[in-house]
């Protein structure tokens, strides 16, 4: 079956601190994995994509096949960070599947 | 990158009633798609709206209650049928490019 999971619901850090936000997937093909982060009062959109292997915003995310993760890491939160992220998974066909978000909420 | 733009952003409707929310964007695209994203819970996809056919409707989610629209490569409407509280949440329009989603700003509706 095809599930992006996404353990915690709400995440609480100080600024400053490190943040990681876990993601599991389950998918019998090569993964093409996504997250998407939405802050107050804006639009849904890309964070980064794990074939980019970018830095965004101070944001990382390792595909790891053996565990079937992609976890979003980052050494520093700041307070600009709180907000809704969401892991994805390309699954063709133009479909992509989301997991249940997790919200991020740095603390001053 | 596309530009989506959604009308209404927001409305209150009555139950039993009817509300067809539009979904413009800025280049042609093959495949919108039309999501549902309830508080605190993820996005579910209602359908996929494929210009010059019908829509492909998610498990759960069908035609008469959710019919859709898509006239040209630019364009798409969901009307969301008979409504109840229950069909409260934020609708959403989106295309793909690159393997890469693109949101429009969301329709909140709420039914009383």
């Known amino acids: 079956a095809q599930r992006v999971t996404q353990p915690e619901k709400l995440l609480s850090v100080f600024k400053g601190a490190p943040v990681e936000l876990k993601c599991n997937y389950s998918y019998s093909g090569s993964p093409e994995l996504f997250w998407y982060v939405q802050y107050s009062r804006q639009r849904l959109q890309l964070l980064l994509r794990?074939?980019s292997r970018e830095s965004i915003k101070g944001f990382t995310a390792d595909l790891n096949k053996g565990e079937t993760s992609f976890h979003l890491k980052k050494p520093f939160a700041q307070e600009e960070d709180s907000a809704m992220y969401y892991c994805a998974l390309y699954t063709g066909g133009f479909k992509t599947i989301f997991g249940a978000g997790t919200r991020l909420f740095v603390k001053a | 990158s596309a530009v989506i733009s959604q009308k209404p952003s927001r409305d209150i409707c009555q139950r039993g009633t009817s509300l067809t929310i539009q979904c413009q964007v800025d280049s042609q695209v093959t495949m919108m798609f039309w999501y549902r994203q309830q508080p605190g819970q993820s996005l579910t996809l209602i359908a996929t709206?494929?210009?010059?056919?019908?829509?492909?409707?998610e498990s759960g989610f069908v035609i008469d209650k959710f019919p859709i629209s898509r006239p040209n490569l630019t364009f798409s409407t969901l009307t969301v049928s008979n409504m109840s509280p229950e069909d409260s949440s934020i609708y959403l329009c989106?295309?793909?490019?690159?393997?890469?989603?693109?949101f429009g700003p969301g329709t909140r509706l709420t039914v009383t």
């Open positions: 989106s295309v793909e490019e690159s393997r890469e989603q693109y």
């Open positions: 709206a494929n210009q010059g056919s019908e829509a492909t409707y």
């Open positions: 794990h074939i």
